[in-house]
C-alpha cells in the first residue's frame, strides 16, 4: 500500500498550487481520502476529505472557499486545489485513506498515511 504526495513548494501569499495524492496497492474505490497538514510545534490537522465516490466532501473552516478537493479514481488519484494561499498554511501536507463511506477530521480513523509533501506561503 503506497500514498504518495506531491505538489508542494514555496507559493506566495494569495496565489495557488494543487496537491496531488497517487495510490497503490489497494482498491482505491472503496476507501474515502483525506488532507492533513501540520506545521511545526503543532499537532496534525484535518484539512479536507473526500469520499469514495467522490460527491461528498468535508473542509475544515479555515480553508472553507479556498480549497477544493476532488479525485480522479481512473487515475487512482486525489487532488487538492489550493487558492488564496495565506502563510498561515505552511505545512506539510498528508494525504491518508480511509476504508470506510463515512467521512472523519480524526487521523486515528484513517487506514494509510503518505509521506508529506512541503508547501511554503511566503507573505
Known amino acids: 500500500v503506497q500514498l504518495q504526495a506531491s505538489g508542494g513548494g514555496l507559493v506566495q501569499a494569495g496565489g495557488s498550487t494543487r496537491l496531488s495524492c497517487a495510490a497503490s496497492g489497494f482498491n482505491f474505490d472503496d476507501y474515502s481520502i483525506g488532507w492533513f497538514r501540520q506545521a511545526p510545534g503543532k499537532e496534525r490537522e484535518f484539512v479536507a476529505s473526500?469520499?469514495?465516490?467522490?460527491?461528498?466532501?468535508s473542509y475544515v473552516d479555515s480553508v472553507k472557499g479556498r480549497f477544493s478537493i476532488s479525485r480522479d479514481n481512473a487515475k487512482n488519484t486525489v487532488y487538492l486545489q489550493m487558492n488564496s494561499l495565506k502563510p498561515e498554511d505552511t505545512a506539510v501536507y498528508y494525504c491518508?485513506?480511509?476504508?470506510?463511506?463515512?467521512?472523519?477530521?480524526?487521523?486515528?480513523?484513517?487506514?494509510?498515511w503518505g509521506q508529506g509533501t512541503q508547501v511554503t506561503v511566503s507573505s
Open positions: 491518508a485513506a480511509r476504508k470506510q463511506p463515512t467521512l472523519t477530521m480524526a487521523t486515528v480513523q484513517y487506514d494509510y
Open positions: 473526500v469520499r469514495w465516490s467522490g460527491g461528498t466532501t
